[in-house]
């Protein structure tokens, strides 16, 4: 099955202890981003990568860090998190740039 | 402001009622998408629309991109619980993709 795998799905944890988020994807597409979605806001691209090793800013990547190694996997990095990354965070994948993208679940993400 | 506008931000409806949302943008429209999404989960793609005047229908949803006004319009026909949720469009910038800040769409039966 075509799917887009993120974890955790849920995640409390304290300001400034530094976390992971992985993001996994099986249908071999080269183009891979990253969101977060708040009240109000709607979803606004944190980072996103057109293929392996080449990443790039989004709208919103400040303290955040992403990498592309392997096609198929694109983490996202909160150093040292802080209050105002509480949100959810979504990973999506698409064969390339400008095509219609493949959503994960979601994580939600707390930071105290 | 949003560089995408969605109106009405929330809507609620009886069950069998039409309804439309409305995606305006600041900028020239060249391509726009429609998700839709569950609460609290993750966005289900339903149309892409590309070439000024199109207009696409996937069971009872309709989708039309009018470039000139730089608008784009969702239409539910005969609504059902089923299509309860948040409904967001989408436009490619470049490498990039921006969103509107999404419909909550609440069916009452």
């Known amino acids: 099955e075509a799917q887009v795998t993120q974890n955790p799905r849920y995640l409390i944890t304290v300001t400034g202890k530094k976390l992971t988020v992985t993001c996994s994807q099986n249908?071999?597409?080269?183009?891979m981003s990253w969101y977060r979605q708040d009240p109000g806001l709607g979803l606004r691209q944190i980072y996103y990568?057109?293929?392996?090793?080449?990443?790039d800013k989004g709208d919103v990547p400040e303290g955040y860090k992403v990498s592309r190694k392997e096609k198929r996997n694109f983490p996202l990095i909160l150093e040292s998190p802080s209050p105002n990354q509480t949100s959810l965070y979504f990973c999506?994948?698409?064969?390339?740039?400008?095509?219609?993208?493949?959503f994960g679940d979601g994580t939600r993400l707390s930071i105290l | 402001s949003q560089e995408l506008e969605q109106s009405p931000q929330s809507l609620i409806v009886q069950e069998g009622k039409n309804l439309t949302i409305n995606c305006t943008s600041s900028k020239t429209l060249y391509g726009l998408y429609w998700y839709k999404q569950k609460y609290g989960e993750g966005l289900i793609f339903l149309m892409m629309l590309q070439k000024g005047g199109e207009e696409k229908s996937h069971e009872k949803i309709t989708a039309k991109l009018d470039e000139k006004k730089q608008q784009s319009s969702l239409h539910i026909t005969a609504s059902q619980p089923s299509h309860a949720g948040i409904y967001l469009c989408g436009a490619a910038r470049a490498q990039k993709l921006v969103f509107g800040q999404g419909t909550r769409l609440t069916i009452n039966p």
């Open positions: 249908m071999n597409h080269e183009y």
């Open positions: 990568s057109m293929n392996v090793e080449v990443t």
């Open positions: 999506a994948s698409s064969r390339q740039a400008g095509q219609p993208q493949h």
